[in-house]
């Protein structure tokens, strides 16, 4: 708001000497002594000799009457709007608006003054994205920061008090003026808030971690023997229902279910007084990580391949590998003493029974059926497949033939049967229409050109697939990866024992760690490595909606805003099985994101933001800095009808009072002309001065 600009004239008198003023002073006391020694000698012009010496002196003194055309330079006020988030609580945004109207409409009264309007916004665009809640004396700075400290007038904040930035003291703001705070809301307000006391932030999948937290009834000390029902979830799903004392801390053990982050969810249910049931809700997130995953690789015969699968897995540290080499099967006895050979005996019973339940994968590379596993045991670990184990198949040769490990028990969770029949020759391998949907290997590195850039394989084993999805097949459209899920578990079926030909760098080699790695993962549940999945981040403030399928056409997401509101998001295919969408993201807190049966869950800003921790409104954080300004604290009561009037004030009076705030005048001009008149020129002061010497001379010559 630009005020009106004033002009006035302003007439002073002021002294211009024609000599240096030393100099007048010496001759004036030269011109003083002479006067008197000649009233002593009783010299009768003494008076006009006097009044000589005194036009003289005035003369060179050179009296001026000055007019200065000065224009007001007006004083700057700022009004800070809290738009932060607990700012939208009840009817605070209309009290808020109601009380600046009334401030502007006092404003316009005052001449002389320049309003600045600044708003703190809320939510991820606005200053609370970082955690540090409402800045509104930083706003304040920004405002003024181009202003002269003496120019600044004072300062008025609109507000529910919850303000995170206050200065510790009054000098650092950087003007001398009065702070007033206008409060929005109502004194002893009471919410019940949910506050994370101890929370993990790793933790290893399928262990207990600990999970400490507190509810409150704000507004009541201490215990008060009320129950409040609280809900935990994790990444969405709900994993327990407690009840918890209010004004106590609670512990709860939870278990994470996968590697990588878990979002966990804690919500408590209304209380009888509430603000808002934003902060009924707290976000924590925990990395899960895997606790050496182990993986059991059997090999039927010694074969360039296996030096592929055991460089693989060794290189990974988290990997926990044990891996046996067939060497000696039962056919090639030869009756040499079991003491004189150096080979060690494969312990199956201890592999296969005791420990197989251990194991997180099965990986079997070109084995083949010779007597070494009973089909009991086989029949184990189709057992620990269907209750939620991982096999993978490696076929070689064997698998075609009659000594196929798919002429076992096993033969239950493998989704691809042998016909029989191999095929030789040089070929690429081709990552089929499911496959460029399928996580496995959607944008394989070389697979989305025509042909593929990678190397040749030169064996197939023909097969004929029951169930599962073919995500790689050979010319002919000749099953090479096959994926299957059986029972809780799911088993990987890959028809060539020519996958070290790419980690050779045969013909360009190929991306088989990257392959492998992919299959691994997706055999032990990764989320990142599901065929459905719906993901949903934050970047700023816009959320981005992913959904994975394997369908060509998704319905529309719904998203749950921090405040409860419920928005239909509609995604847009980008890649095969791959749909997307954005959509502002404004609020602070979390974000749910849910399509049937998956759900999504992403924080903008803090999980837990400090905006939220109290919304009541108070007067307890502005008070030391209004009061060390000379300011005030004003409730704006119901519908802001106790909003104060303005006045304008001087320096060192008060700028407070019981329903009126004070905004300190600076009185300062700019001078746009000068106009001076001397008062007594050089000719009338040689008359005077030569009219009073010659009535002296008169006198004195009776």
């Known amino acids: 708001m630009q005020p009106a600009i004033s002009a006035a004239a302003s007439w002073d008198i002021v002294f211009e000497p024609t000599l240096p003023l030393a100099l007048i002073v010496v001759l004036g006391l030269i011109g003083a002594a002479v006067i008197a020694y000649s009233a002593w000698r009783g010299a009768r012009g003494a008076p006009w000799r006097t009044a000589a010496l005194a036009v003289t002196l005035v003369a060179l003194l050179n009296p001026t009457m000055r007019q200065e055309d000065r224009q007001a330079i007006p004083y700057v006020a700022a009004i800070v709007i809290d738009k932060s988030q607990s700012m939208e609580i009840g009817n605070r945004p209309k009290e808020a608006q109601a009380a600046l109207a009334h401030i502007e409409k006092s404003l316009k009264g005052i001449s002389g003054i320049e309003t600045r309007i600044v708003t703190v916004e809320g939510g991820a665009s606005g200053t609370t994205e970082n955690g540090e809640g409402t800045r509104a004396f930083s706003a304040l700075e920004q405002a003024l920061a181009d202003v002269p400290r003496e120019r600044v007038a004072g300062a008025i904040i609109i507000t529910d008090g919850e303000i995170h930035d206050v200065p510790k003291s009054a000098k650092s703001l950087g003007f001398d003026a009065p702070v007033h705070g206008l409060i929005v809301g109502r004194k002893n307000e009471k919410d019940r808030r949910l506050t994370v006391v101890e929370a993990p932030r790793f933790g290893i999948v399928n262990e207990p971690v600990k999970l400490a937290f507190r509810v409150d009834d704000t507004g009541t000390e ?75 690789l059997v090999s039927g015969e010694p074969n360039p391949g296996e030096r592929t699968w055991r460089n693989l897995l060794k290189a990974d540290p988290s990997v926990d590998l044990v891996h046996f080499t067939i060497l000696r099967p039962p056919e090639k006895q030869d009756g040499t003493p079991i003491n004189e050979l150096s080979l060690i005996a494969f312990p199956t019973r201890e592999l296969f029974v005791d420990k197989l339940n251990e194991f997180n994968l099965i990986i079997f590379d070109r084995y083949k059926r010779q007597g070494v596993l009973p089909l009991e045991y086989i029949s184990n670990i189709a057992e620990y497949v269907e209750n939620g184990g991982a096999v993978l198949n490696a076929a070689g040769p064997a698998f075609a033939s009659p000594f196929s490990i798919y002429r076992t028990p096993l033969a239950a969770v493998l989704p691809a049967q042998p016909t029989g029949d191999i095929t030789l020759g040089g070929f690429r391998p081709h990552v089929t229409e499911t496959g460029h949907k399928h996580p496995v290997t959607a944008d394989l590195p070389g697979g989305n050109t ?132 954005r959509m502002n993201a404004t609020e602070l807190g979390l974000y749910r994101v849910t399509q049937g049966d998956l759900n999504a869950v992403t924080a903008a800003g803090p999980l837990n933001p400090r905006e939220f921790a109290d919304v009541r409104a108070t007067d307890a954080l502005l008070k030391p800095v209004t009061t060390e300004t000379g300011g005030g604290i004003y409730w704006v009561g119901k519908d802001a009808a106790d909003t104060p009037n303005i006045r304008t004030v001087r320096p060192a009076h008060d700028a407070a009072g019981d329903d009126w705030l004070g905004l300190r005048r600076n009185e300062q001009y700019l001078v746009r002309a000068v106009h001076q008149v001397p008062l007594l020129s050089g000719p009338l002061a040689l008359i005077l001065i030569l009219g009073t010497l010659a009535l002296a001379w008169r006198r004195e010559g009776r």
């Open 222 to 296: 201490g215990p008060t023997g009320v129950i409040a029902p609280v809900t935990i979830a994790i990444d969405g799903q709900e994993v327990m229902k407690t009840d918890v004392a209010v004004g106590e801390d609670t512990q709860v053990s939870l278990s994470l279910k996968h590697g990588g982050p878990n979002v966990i969810e804690i919500d408590v249910a209304p209380g009888p007084d509430e603000l808002t049931l934003l902060n009924n809700r707290a976000v924590v997130v925990a990395n899960g990580i895997r606790d050496r995953l182990r993986v059991l």
């Open 450 to 581: 025509s042909p593929e850039q990678w190397g040749r394989w030169f064996r197939v084993i023909d097969s004929k697939v029951d169930r599962g999805e073919v995500i790689m097949d050979a010319p002919g459209g000749k099953p090479l990866i096959v994926l299957d899920r059986a029972g809780k578990g799911r088993v990987a079926q890959v028809m060539s024992d020519q996958l070290w030909l790419w980690s050779r760098g045969y013909e360009g080699g190929g991306p088989q760690a990257e392959l492998l790695r992919r299959l691994a993962h997706w055999l032990m549940k990764e989320p990142d490595l599901e065929e459905e999945n719906l993901s949903a981040t934050i970047d700023g403030t816009t959320l981005t909606v992913k959904r994975r399928t394997m369908s060509d056409e998704t319905p529309d997401a719904q998203v749950t805003t921090p405040s409860g509101k419920t928005t239909t998001l509609k995604l847009e295919k980008s890649a095969p099985g791959r749909f997307e969408a």
